[in-house]
């Protein structure tokens, strides 16, 4: 083999040996994305537990607090005159509950949960309006 000879197989392997560089940089690339997907999709996962739990825990606040339950039922079923007092406990309560909506709301706007996530939050947030005075606050 003349010196030549061992020059143009030295070009082919330099050769096949950036082109295997090349696969394997692409593979790892490949790899990348699918990583970058695999931790979006968790992430939002979690972003979408996060607002249902801020969902749960709204709703949980108005069980477990017998004052405020009772003062619930006035506004939703009763229908009956509020102290001004109790016009701005149930308002805050009310506003609560609309800022986790809004919260979940602009998420989804973003892209950052699932809007399924808000269907819950729509139909009570549409039950609340309902009552006068969450109609009156809304406004």
């Known amino acids: 083999m003349s ?8 070009q082919i392997i330099a050769v ?10 692409g593979a790892q690339v490949r ?17 979408s537990e996060r ?17 405020l339950a ?5 506004v939703m079923f009763e229908r009956s005159d509020l102290t001004p007092v109790e016009t701005t406990q149930i308002l805050v309560y009310l506003n609560v509950s ?13 892209g950052l949960i699932d809007k399924r996530v808000t269907r819950d939050f729509d139909i009570n947030t549409a039950w609340y309006l309902t009552a006068p ?3 009156r606050e809304w406004r």
């Open 3 to 10: 010196l030549e000879d061992a020059y143009y197989v030295s």
């Open 16 to 25: 096949i040996a950036i082109l295997a560089s090349l696969v394997f940089v």
């Open 31 to 47: 790899q990348s994305v699918e990583q970058t997907k695999l931790a979006n999709v968790l992430t939002r996962a979690d972003m």
């Open 51 to 67: 607002a249902k739990r801020a969902f749960g825990d709204v709703v949980r606040e108005l069980m477990n607090n017998r004052p």
């Open 70 to 74: 009772e003062l619930f039922r006035k």
């Open 98 to 110: 609309l800022h986790a909506h809004r919260s979940a709301f602009m998420s989804v706007q973003d």
């Open 133 to 135: 005075v969450f109609g």
